[in-house]
C-alpha cells in the first residue's frame, strides 16, 4: 500500500480575460490584496482564437496571465474558482460596462508536469472537485514541451502562452530549490 501524503504546493494562475484593459489590471489589484505578491505577470494578449465569449463580453478581449509569488495547495482550487467566480459579479455591478461580463476570470495552477484549469461545467474528461467546480488536465509538459489534450483551449495552443508557462514552469522550479 502506498503512503498518504500531501501533494506539493502549487502557482495559482488567473487568467483574467476583457476587453478593458482597467478591468485586468482591478483583476491583478485583487489577486495581489488576497494572496499577496505576484510572482509572474504576462503581458495582455489579444484573445480572438474564439467567438465563445462575444455575446456576453463583447469583442477586442484581451487575456492576461496571474502567477501569484507564493504556492498554493491544489485542494484549494474548488474554493479559488468560487471566489473569482463573486469577484466577476463584483467587477460588473461596479464597472459601468454595458457587458453583462466585463471580466472573465479562470483559476488554475501550474506544476513541472502540467497546466490545470477550474471550471463550473462537467465534461467527460473533467473530474468533480467540490461546491459545484470540476477540474480538468488542459496542457501536460513532456519532452521539454507543453503538450494539448484533444479538449485544450486553441488559445492554450499558441505559442507565446506557451513561452510564459515555461517562465513560470521555471520560476516555480526555482521556487522549490530555494525550499
Excluded at 27 to 36: D, N, Y
Excluded at 65 to 71: C, H, K, S
Excluded at 113 to 127: C, E, G, N, V
Excluded at 160 to 165: G, S, T
Aim: hydrophobic share 35%.
Amino acid at each position: 500500500m502506498g503512503a498518504i501524503k500531501p501533494p506539493s504546493k502549487v502557482l495559482l494562475l488567473i487568467a483574467a480575460s476583457s476587453r478593458y484593459p482597467q478591468a485586468l489590471q482591478w483583476s491583478v489589484q485583487r489577486a495581489r490584496e488576497t494572496w499577496g505578491e505576484i510572482g509572474r505577470l504576462s503581458e495582455a494578449f489579444v484573445f480572438e482564437d474564439t467567438d465563445y465569449y462575444a455575446s456576453t463580453m463583447g469583442s477586442g478581449l484581451l487575456k492576461q496571465f496571474i502567477v501569484l509569488a507564493e504556492r498554493v495547495d491544489p485542494g484549494r482550487l474548488a474554493s479559488i474558482k468560487c471566489l473569482t467566480n463573486q469577484w466577476e459579479e463584483e467587477y460588473s455591478q461596479l464597472s459601468a460596462h454595458a457587458e453583462p461580463r466585463p471580466l472573465n476570470l479562470d483559476p488554475g495552477y501550474l506544476t513541472e508536469a502540467k497546466l490545470i484549469l477550474a471550471s463550473t461545467k462537467d465534461h467527460s474528461h473533467r473530474i468533480y472537485l467540490s461546491d459545484g467546480i470540476y477540474a480538468e488536465i488542459t496542457l501536460d509538459y513532456y519532452h521539454r514541451a507543453w503538450r494539448a489534450q484533444r479538449w485544450t483551449y486553441p488559445d492554450y495552443l499558441r505559442e507565446d502562452y506557451q513561452r510564459f508557462f515555461t517562465n513560470c514552469r521555471d520560476y516555480l522550479r526555482q521556487l522549490r530549490g530555494q525550499s
